[in-house]
């Protein structure tokens, strides 16, 4: 990828002060930029570097003050950290723009392919499979009969789809996960555990986005779905039957048992665990390392194991931080009181 200082202004809206045809072909921090380099400078505590800095182009506010000269170009833009997050935008979508298939990928004859599809050496697409426009398949992806992928998705490296799953559009997978493995269920006897079945699958709809390293159960019956806007971040386990809304969010570590129904809009720090068979209200806010054990109420923020209203988790934490104190003087008046 190379730019010239006046192709980023255009893309940006903005205006060149220095050298119109100075070029870049990456980017990098405003401290650690260096010849050939693309930086932007929003925050007034990083203005120090902007005078020493030998990246070849920063993109500053407009209304950004310097009071010495520099030795970069500069493309002045309305908005200096959203106009660098359009260009990382633009760098990722160049960079990950693969198309074609590889000799050393196995695709099933009754598999059909949509547009622009790329599908890398030792990815297994399997029988009945349909893939989507600009749908991308990194090296050692597995993907099982009759899996739909959606147009503009994309799975990473060494990720595996079971048979029968449903991928909607512009989702993105990361390495790692895997979709549609079974439920974990056993009809428990006098001669051991018998497996149930699992013959349900894993629906997900447009605009989803998981991390690495996720695990995400097939139904007994039916489907396990995330719905439209869904994201994970890495390491979530979701079990079987498991329903989460739009929107969700869910940072790393979690765990969420069977059969749980997530609203929408909900935000879940790390290491959240739910049990099963729960109703989590739409905007629920759960904080980190909290476990989930009933049904919680719209809008609602819960924290601790067993979690509870966050205002009223932190009362009785001030309280437990002071157990020895309020244990030593219960037994002080026991003791009292026994003497008289």
Known sequence: MQFTAQQIAELLQGTVEGDQNATVTKLSKIEEGGPGTLSFLANPAYTQ??????????????????????????????????????????????KLDKKGVSPQAAIAESATLGEHAYVGALAFVGENVKLGNNVKIYPQCYVGDNVTIGDDTTLFAGVKVYSDC??????IIHSGTVLGSDGFRFATGPDGGQKIPQIGNVV???????????????????????????????????????EIGENTYYAAGGVVAGSTKIGKNCMFSGQVGIIGHLKIADGTIIAAQSGISKNTKVGEAYMGSPAFEVQKYRKSYIHFRNLDKIVDRIEKLEKGSADQ
């Open 49 to 94: 570097y902007v005078y020493a800095t030998t990246a070849s182009v920063v993109i500053i506010g407009k209304d950004h003050e310097l009071n010495a000269p520099v030795k970069t170009t500069l493309v002045r833009v309305a908005d200096a950290q959203g106009a660098f997050a359009k260009v990382l935008e633009l760098y990722n979508t160049i």
């Open 166 to 171: 449903v991928i909607g559009k512009n989702c």
């Open 204 to 242: 997900l709809e447009d605009d989803v986005e998981i991390g690495a390293n996720c695990a995400i159960d097939r139904a007994t019956l039916g489907s396990t779905i995330l719905r439209k806007g869904v994201k994970f971040d890495n390491l979530i386990h979701i079990a079987h039957n498991v």
